[in-house]
């Protein structure tokens, strides 16, 4: 074992705080990684605080991770010290239950979380990325394409797998009509994928202010979602629908844009159910679906399609001792679109 600078929360209220924790000596299969960068993800905020069910304490987190290869286990072949790497929300799985075999691990029964899962090693809960340093088995470890802007790819790792997920589930490709339903740290990766797959895409957003800014990160048409004219000029007119908001909102409305056989899938989630009029899937044979995160092989396609298009998240990098206050703007979407860490600051701990 050996100890690494973090930042971690001791309590569901109490704000994150210097740390110091342990991390295993990489066994065979592992990879160690020196953190370089880390986002900010919604989950963070909502499981330190304790309100996505228990937390044992204390919690380092972070699941968008970015880092360099400094030690690898003697059977690791896939890896080498340097390499350039990427760490999501899972950090190991069964790999042989029926989800794991079918590259699903998100799905596995006995999947291992970044952080606040039991650590089978260490014995207490996973450490996430707020943190110098990890070591995870080398199948849970990804490359990350040598062009892309390493504070840029960090959100990929979560935000930008629960958008690639649905759109190639659907089918998205060129010629296509898909909109996407909120422009935040989802919304804005559904934007950019969208469009990277040919798509004609229409953004649909409360506040008029974020026009230029959906028409700027390649938005064909913005529609006014409290406008019933806009929108009823869309009607039975898209494909495909992400929506990624988490606030409380009128799904019906946009059910009734999809084309006959049309999906809409949920990756934003409200806390209160959502009210769906049965007539508004009935009518157009409408599904309605949600998405997680993908498995770790589709992971990877999404980074390297990401290399391919050049394509990377909008983030403010911020020194960790500025964690506390990002997380307060986080709440009152402050965010533009991503808080993304430079773990060299921890380094000045
Ligand atoms: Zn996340
Ligand atoms: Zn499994």
Redesign the pocket.
């Known amino acids: 074992m050996y100890n690494v600078k973090a930042y971690a929360a001791s309590s569901a209220t109490s704000p994150l705080a210097p740390a110091t924790i342990e991390r295993r000596d990489p066994t065979e299969h592992d990879v160690q990684i020196e953190i370089l960068f880390c986002g900010i ?4 905020l909502h499981t330190v605080r304790g309100e996505w069910g228990e937390v044992q304490y204390p919690l380092v987190p972070g ?2 991770i970015v880092g360099r290869v400094t030690k690898v286990g003697s059977a690791v072949t896939r890896f080498g010290v340097g390499d350039l790497t990427g760490v999501g ?1 899972m950090v190991d799985s069964d790999g042989t239950c029926p989800h794991c075999k079918a590259d699903h691990e998100q799905f596995c029964p006995n999947g291992v979380q970044t952080y606040g899962s039991p650590d089978k090693h260490l014995g207490c809960v996973t450490q996430g990325g707020y943190s110098e340093s990890i070591v995870v088995n080398e199948r849970f470890v990804l490359r990350i394409p040598a062009n892309l802007d390493l504070a840029g790819t960090a959100p990929l790792l ?2 930008g797998i ?1 958008t690639y997920s649905p759109l190639r589930r659907q089918g998205v490709t060129k010629g296509q009509k898909v909109g996407v339903v909120g422009l935040g740290g989802l919304g804005h990766m559904g934007v950019r994928l969208a469009k990277a797959f040919g798509a004609h895409v229409v953004v649909f957003t409360t506040s008029e202010g974020k026009r230029q800014d959906a028409l700027r990160l390649g938005a064909d048409e913005v529609v006014t979602s409290r406008n019933a004219d806009e929108m009823r000029k869309h009607t039975w007119s898209f494909d495909f629908i992400l929506d990624t908001v988490s606030a409380e909102h009128d799904i019906n409305a946009y059910m009734s844009l999809l084309r006959p056989e049309g999906n809409l899938t949920l990756v934003g989630a409200p806390p209160k159910p959502l009210s769906v009029a049965a007539f508004s899937l009935i009518m157009g044979n409408h599904s309605l679906s949600g998405s997680n ?1 993908g498995g770790i092989a589709e992971t990877q396609e999404m980074l390297d399609f990401c290399g391919e298009h050049n394509l990377t998240a909008d983030v403010e990098v911020i020194p960790i001792q500025k964690v506390n206050e990002a997380y307060e703007r986080l709440l009152k979407s402050g965010a533009k679109y991503r808080f993304v860490i430079d773990m060299a600051s921890l380094k000045a701990e």
Do not use: F, G, K, V
Request: aromatic share 0%.
């Open positions: 993800c919604h989950s963070d699941h968008e929300c979560c935000a629960t995160i």
